[in-house]
């Protein structure tokens, strides 16, 4: 069972950018696909980027499409979002988890506590 804590979250101005870490504990993160996920108040978590195991294949929310990129360094287990060009309608609790392999949208496992970005306009 792989265990997540979230960080990096913070407040940013419009257009900001900002760079969320997901440290994993557990032998599993360097096999396992990884996402974000991000949850704004009233709403349901919705996903937003995924990364296969190795780091090869990205995959995108077309929300966030050409401004987060996602990465993983295996060896310090943990996987990173670059959020550019941030938006008001980029804030949110970010999350990360286990996702399945053979659908980067459906999470696996449990959840961590979550980072929280707030985006000022």
């Known amino acids: 069972q792989v265990q997540l804590v979230e960080s990096g979250g913070g407040l940013v101005q419009v257009g900001g950018s900002l760079r969320l870490s997901c440290a994993a504990s557990?032998?599993?993160?360097?096999?396992?696909?990884m996402g974000w996920f991000r949850q704004a108040p009233g709403k349901a978590r919705e996903f937003v980027a995924a990364?296969?195991?190795?780091?090869?294949?990205?995959y995108y929310a077309d929300s966030v499409k050409g401004r987060f990129t996602v990465s993983r360094d295996n060896p310090k287990n943990t996987m990173y979002l670059q959020m550019n060009s941030l938006k008001p309608e980029d804030a949110a609790v970010y999350y990360c988890?286990?996702?399945?392999?053979?659908?980067?949208?459906?999470?696996?496992?449990?959840w961590g506590q979550g980072t929280q970005v707030t985006v000022s306009s």
């Open positions: 557990g032998s599993t993160f360097s096999t396992s696909a």
């Open positions: 990364i296969d195991w190795s780091g090869g294949d990205t």
């Open positions: 988890a286990v996702v399945k392999g053979s659908d980067y949208e459906r999470p696996l496992g449990s």
